[in-house]
C-alpha cells in the first residue's frame, strides 16, 4: 500500500499569486487527490496492518461530516493486487440475511452459490481460503454501518470467530457513526469488545482546516489561493468543528455558492455549521468595497504635490509617512535576509529595532557594521586554539558522531529472529504486536519496552516494500497464545495482539527471499 502524505506544502502554496477561481471548490462533486492529516496517514496505514493480518473487525467510526466514506475510498485505491476489495453500503435496520445477501452480490462472479447454501457462510469461508492460498486477501468494506440490526453486528461477529489456523475468514471493516455496541447484550457487548478494533477519526485542528481549505481550491486548478482572510478561517473552523463535510458548507457559504439545499443535511445541521455567519455575496461585495476604499486612501496617502503646492497641509502628510514606509520597507528586508542567513547556517543579523532605528543609513552598510564586531574577536580565539593542541578539538567532536549510533543497531541486531524463525518449529505459535515499513518504529518500541528478550521482529516484503513485523514469545499452541495476551501489560493489550503460527511466519520470510 502506497504511503500517503500531504499533497503540498502549505506556506510555499499560500505565497504564490492567486488566480481565478470558476467553479465552487467546495462542491460534492470536486474531484481530487485524498487529503489526509498525519493522524489519518497513520490510521490508513493502520488499517492495511489490520487487513492483511487480523482476524478482528475493523471499525471505523465518525460523526456525519468527519470523512468515513472518503477514507473508505482512499483504502480502497491503495489496494494492490494482493487484495480483492468489495464494498457495500447498509440500509436502514439491515438484517443478517439481508447482510449476507449483499456480500454474496458484492462477489458475485467469484464465489458459485446454489440455493442450498445461499444462507450459510461456507461459500464465502471456501473462497477466502482459496485467495489466502494464492497469497491474496479478501477485504469487505461496509459503508453506512450504524444502520445494522444487532442481528447484522452479531452475524459478523461469528463470521470472525470461525478463523483458524486452517481456516481464512474474509477481513471486515464497517464505517459507522458510532460504536456498533451501544445496542448489544452484555454477552453481544463482551464478544463485540473482543472481536473488533476501533479507530476515530478526529475533527481537522486549526492548521489542518487551512490546509484543507487550500487542498480544495487547488482542485479545481493550480496555483489558486484561499479566498478566505484569517478571521473567515478562523469563523470557517469553529463553526465546522473541524469536519470536513461542515467545512466544506460553511466555506462554500462564505462564497455564496453553497446549496442551501444540501442533500442530507438537516436544517438543524445546516444552523449548526454556518453558525451566523452571512451569506457569501454580501461579504464578497464587501471585501471589495474595503479594497477599493483601501486604494483610494493610500493614493490620497501617499501622493506627492508638485513645490508649486502651496497647501502645507498636504506637505506634512507624506513627510510623516515617508519615514514609516521606509522603515517597514527595511524591517522586510531584514526579516528576509536573517531567514536567508538562518537557513544558510551562518550568524543572525542584530534585532530588527537596531537597524530600523537608522533609516537614513543605506541598507547595504547594515550587515558591515554587524559582521564586523562578530568576526573581530576571531583572532581572539585563533590563539588559544594553536596553543592547544588543535588535532584533539577534532577528534573530540567527531569521534561522537559515527559511534553514538552504531550500537543501536548492534544492540537491536540481536532483536532481528528472521533467520531464527525458520528453523523454529511450525506447529508453534506467536504474538503479533504490529507491522511497519520502518525498521526505525520497531527499534524505538522495542526499546521503549525495556529491550525485552521475548520482543523480536522478522522481515517480510509487503507491496514490492520492506516490511517489519513485531512479534512476543513461542506458545506451544494457539489457544495459550491467546491465554498470554491476558498477561500483557495493559499498553500491549491496546495493540490487539493476535495469535499467529510460526508457519504462517515462515511463509512470509520464504516470500521475501
Known amino acids: ?48 496492518h489490520l487487513s492483511r493480518y487480523s482476524n478482528l473487525l475493523s471499525v471505523v467510526i465518525g460523526p456525519q461530516g468527519s470523512g468515513k466514506t472518503r477514507f473508505l475510498q482512499e483504502f480502497a485505491r491503495l489496494q494492490d493486487e494482493s487484495a480483492i476489495v468489495v464494498r ?20 458475485a462472479g467469484k464465489i ?18 482459496e485467495v489466502e492460498g494464492r497469497g491474496q486477501k479478501a477485504i469487505i468494506l461496509i459503508d453506512n454501518a450504524q444502520e445494522l440490526n444487532t442481528d447484522a453486528v452479531s452475524m459478523l461477529m461469528d463470521l470472525m470467530s470461525l478463523a483458524t489456523e486452517s481456516q481464512a475468514v474474509p477481513h471486515v471493516a464497517l464505517f459507522s457513526e458510532h460504536p456498533l455496541n451501544r445496542n448489544l447484550d452484555n454477552y ?34 493550480g496555483g ?73 486612501l493610500l493614493a490620497v496617502i501617499f501622493y506627492e504635490p508638485t513645490p508649486e503646492a502651496p497647501a502645507p497641509s498636504t506637505s506634512v502628510a507624506p513627510i510623516a509617512k515617508a519615514p514609516r514606509q521606509a522603515s517597514s520597507e527595511t524591517l522586510a528586508r531584514i526579516e528576509a535576509m536573517q531567514r536567508q542567513i538562518g537557513q544558510q547556517g551562518q550568524l543572525a543579523l542584530p534585532p ?51 559511534v553514538t549510533p552504531e550500537p543501536a543497531p548492534s544492540a537491536m541486531a540481536r532483536f532481528n529472529k528472521t533467520d531464527a524463525w525458520l528453523k523454529e518449529n511450525p506447529n508453534r505459535y506467536t504474538l503479533q504486536l504490529l507491522g511497519t515499513y520502518n525498521i526505525g518504529t520497531v527499534e524505538d518500541f522495542i526499546r521503549e519496552q525495556g529491550s525485552i528478550d521475548a520482543f ?58
Open 1 to 48: 500500500m502506497a504511503e500517503p502524505d500531504f499533497q503540498f506544502n502549505l506556506e510555499e502554496a499560500l505565497e504564490q499569486p492567486p488566480k481565478v477561481m470558476l467553479r465552487n471548490p467546495f462542491a460534492q462533486n470536486v474531484e481530487g487527490d485524498y487529503f489526509a492529516s498525519d493522524e489519518r496517514n497513520q490510521q490508513l496505514a493502520l488499517l492495511e
Open 88 to 107: 457495500l453500503q447498509a440500509t436502514m435496520l439491515m438484517t443478517a440475511g439481508q447482510l449476507l445477501q449483499s456480500i454474496y452480490a458484492a462477489f
Open 112 to 129: 458459485t452459490l446454489s440455493d442450498a447454501n445461499v444462507t450459510s457462510f461456507s461459500p464465502l469461508l471456501a473462497y477466502a481460503s
Open 188 to 221: 453481544q457487548r463482551s464478544r463485540y469488545e473482543q472481536l473488533s478494533h476501533q479507530l476515530e477519526l478526529a475533527p481537522f485542528s486549526f492548521e489542518q482546516t487551512r490546509a484543507y481549505l487550500l487542498h480544495r481550491v487547488r482542485a479545481i486548478g
Open 224 to 296: 489558486i489561493n484561499l479566498p478566505f482572510n484569517e478571521r473567515q478561517i478562523k469563523k470557517i473552523h469553529q463553526s465546522s468543528g473541524g469536519l470536513p463535510g461542515a467545512i466544506n458548507a460553511v466555506a462554500a457559504s462564505l462564497l455564496g455558492v453553497g446549496n442551501k439545499d444540501k442533500e442530507g443535511a438537516t436544517k438543524g445541521e445546516k444552523t449548526r455549521w454556518l453558525g451566523g455567519l452571512t451569506s457569501g455575496f454580501p461579504t464578497v461585495h464587501l471585501a471589495l468595497m474595503s479594497t477599493i476604499m483601501m486604494g483610494i
Open 352 to 402: 530588527i529595532p537596531t537597524g530600523a532605528a537608522q533609516p537614513s543609513t543605506p541598507t547595504p552598510t547594515e550587515p558591515v557594521a554587524v559582521t564586523a564586531p562578530v568576526i573581530q574577536p576571531a583572532p581572539v580565539r585563533t590563539a588559544p586554539v594553536v596553543t592547544t593542541p588543535a588535532p584533539t578539538a577534532p577528534a573530540v567532536v567527531a569521534t561522537p558522531t559515527p
Open 456 to 513: 523480536s521482529y522478522f522481515k517480510a516484503r509487503h507491496n514490492n516494500r520492506e516490511w517489519f513485523v513485531v512479534v512476543y514469545g513461542t506458545y506451544r499452541n494457539r489457544s495459550e497464545a491467546i491465554a498470554a495476551v491476558e498477561q500483557l501489560p495493559a499498553d500491549l493489550r491496546a495493540l490487539n495482539p493476535w495469535a499467529r503460527s510460526v508457519r504462517g511466519i515462515q511463509d512470509d520470510i520464504r516470500k521475501a527471499q
